[in-house]
């Protein structure tokens, strides 16, 4: 019997990173991210995050738009008081968050 992969919404995707960003899971950021995406939040880790936070994350979906192999999804967690919003494209058919490009705003 084959094995299946089910692939992610881009929902799903943004929460995996959120979590695995304040959580300290570098193992399923880097898978969820891409490359450059990664070197960012790791850049910026240890400042933001000095201790692993614990806890439900409360992820809420704001605003999510899909278009073609881009996506972006507005939200907010427990982690922070203002909303957040990723950018993902797809790679090899999955979603992974990406960097937003210096002028790009999102469609919210």
């Known amino acids: 019997m084959a094995c299946t992969t089910v692939q992610k919404s881009p929902v799903e995707i943004a929460q995996t990173v959120?979590?695995?960003f304040y959580q300290k899971d570098l193992s399923a950021l880097r898978q969820n991210t891409?490359?450059?995406s990664y070197e960012a939040f790791v850049a910026v880790h240890d400042?933001?995050?000095p201790s692993k936070m614990d806890g439900a994350s409360n992820f809420k979906v704001l605003d999510e738009a899909?278009?073609?192999d881009t996506a972006w999804v507005k939200f907010t967690t427990s982690y922070s008081d203002e909303p957040e919003?990723?950018?993902l494209v797809k790679v090899d058919?999955?979603?992974k968050?990406?960097?937003k490009g210096l002028r790009e705003?999102?469609?919210f």
Do not use: Q
């Open 18 to 20: 959120i979590e695995s």
């Open 34 to 36: 891409t490359t450059e």
């Open 47 to 49: 400042m933001l995050v």
């Open 66 to 68: 899909v278009n073609g």
């Open 85 to 87: 919003t990723f950018k």
């Open 93 to 95: 058919g999955n979603w």
């Open 97 to 99: 968050v990406t960097e």
């Open 105 to 107: 705003k999102s469609p």
